[in-house]
């Protein structure tokens, strides 16, 4: 039998900050300029990466076979917040999804939209909202909204 835990918490997250680079997120943010997703696959143990990793974390050995991958998936996991990164509260309570898409074994998030808090179930089916005008960066999907 799975266990819903809640945690009660804060957590200052206004100076996090991440750096992705390598030829396999390049080519991943080209194609989503198209609104297509491409990550990569292990060539040795068929893992599929997205976003596209440069080496196989079970193999530990580089990798550049592209792989598309779906922008439809599963909720693996999620959190809906009420207050700010500073606990300001939120007048709308704000959705935040791991998904993973289908095709991939990886997780990716994104926030949830167009679903109110009480529906969002492990398992639901989702799909990317991708911006009207792309540009080739993150901010090209802009939310995931129910399948
Ligand atoms: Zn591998």
Same mark, same amino acid.
């Given at each position: 039998m799975e266990e819903t835990r809640q945690v009660q918490g804060t957590w200052d997250l206004s100076t996090?900050?991440? +750096?992705? !680079?390598?030829?396999g997120i390049n080519n991943m943010l080209k194609e989503m300029k !198209? @609104?297509?997703l491409l990550g990569n696959r292990c060539h040795q143990c068929g893992t599929v990466y997205l976003p @596209?990793?440069?080496?196989?974390r079970k193999c530990h050995i580089a990798i550049h076979e592209p792989a598309e991958i779906s922008d439809h998936g599963e909720v693996m996991s999620y959190t *809906?917040?009420? @207050?700010d990164v500073r606990g300001n509260p939120l007048d709308e309570? +704000? /959705?935040?999804?791991m998904v993973k898409l289908d095709g991939s074994d990886t997780w990716i998030m994104g926030a949830g939209e167009e679903m109110k808090p009480e529906d969002v179930h492990i398992g639901? +089916? *989702?799909?990317?909202?991708? @911006?009207?005008? +792309? /540009?080739?960066n993150l901010q090209?999907?802009?939310s995931f909204i129910p399948e």
């Open positions: 996090f900050k991440f +750096r992705i !680079e390598g030829e !198209e @609104a297509k @596209a990793n440069f080496y196989c *809906v917040g009420y @207050a309570p +704000r /959705v935040s999804l639901m +089916r *989702v799909k990317i909202k991708w @911006a009207e005008h +792309r /540009v080739g090209d999907m802009e």
